[in-house]
C-alpha cells in the first residue's frame, strides 16, 4: 500500500520560509515524476511545482523565483523549499506522483501552512 506522509507545515510570517517534505513508501520511487499540490480554502487544489524522474523542474507562475522542488531518491522524499511567503501562499500542500501529467494515485494528509502577520 502506498503512503505519503507531507510534514513541514507552519505558520510563518510574510517574506518567511518554510520547508515541506514528503515522504513516499509502498511503491517504487525514482522512476515516478513528482509534484506539490496546494489547496486554499474555497479554491481547487492547484500544481505548485512538479520535479521529473530525471530531476527537470517546473512551477507555477505564482511561485516561480520563490519555491524550490527537489527531490532526494534514496531516502524516496520530495521537498519543497518555499521562501519570500506571501498571505495568498496560506493553503494545505499535499505532494504526489505524476503520470501522463496528471496526479497519480492516493494523497497524504497534507500539511498546513499558513502565512500571517
Same mark, same amino acid.
Not at 518554510?18 to 506539490?36: D, E, P, Q
Not at 500544481?47 to 531518491?73: C, E, H, P, Q
Given at each position: 500500500?502506498?503512503?505519503?506522509?507531507?510534514?513541514?507545515?507552519?505558520?510563518?510570517?510574510?517574506?518567511?520560509?518554510?520547508?515541506?517534505?514528503?515522504?513516499?513508501?509502498?511503491?517504487?520511487?525514482?522512476?515516478?515524476?513528482?509534484?506539490? &499540490?496546494? !489547496?486554499?480554502?474555497?479554491?481547487?487544489? $492547484?500544481?505548485? /511545482?512538479?520535479?521529473?524522474?530525471?530531476?527537470?523542474? *517546473?512551477? @507555477?507562475?505564482?511561485?516561480?523565483?520563490?519555491?524550490?522542488?527537489?527531490?532526494?531518491?534514496?531516502?524516496?522524499?520530495? &521537498?519543497? !523549499?518555499?521562501?519570500?511567503?506571501?498571505? $495568498?501562499?496560506? /493553503?494545505?500542500?499535499?505532494?504526489?506522483?505524476?503520470? *501522463?501529467? @496528471?496526479?497519480?494515485?492516493?494523497?497524504?494528509?497534507?500539511?498546513?501552512?499558513?502565512?500571517?502577520?
Amino acid at each position: 500500500q502506498v503512503h505519503l506522509v507531507d510534514s513541514g507545515g507552519g505558520l510563518v510570517q510574510p517574506g518567511g520560509s518554510l520547508r515541506l517534505s514528503c515522504v513516499v513508501s509502498g511503491t517504487i520511487f525514482w522512476n515516478y515524476a513528482m509534484g506539490w &499540490y496546494r !489547496q486554499a480554502p474555497g479554491k481547487e487544489r $492547484e500544481l505548485v /511545482a512538479s520535479i521529473t524522474s530525471g530531476g527537470m523542474t *517546473n512551477y @507555477a507562475d505564482s511561485v516561480k523565483g520563490r519555491f524550490t522542488i527537489s527531490r532526494d531518491n534514496t531516502k524516496k522524499t520530495v &521537498y519543497l !523549499q518555499m521562501n519570500s511567503l506571501k498571505l $495568498e501562499d496560506t /493553503a494545505v500542500y499535499h505532494c504526489n506522483r505524476r503520470l *501522463n501529467g @496528471a496526479a497519480f494515485g492516493s494523497w497524504g494528509q497534507g500539511t498546513q501552512v499558513t502565512v500571517s502577520s
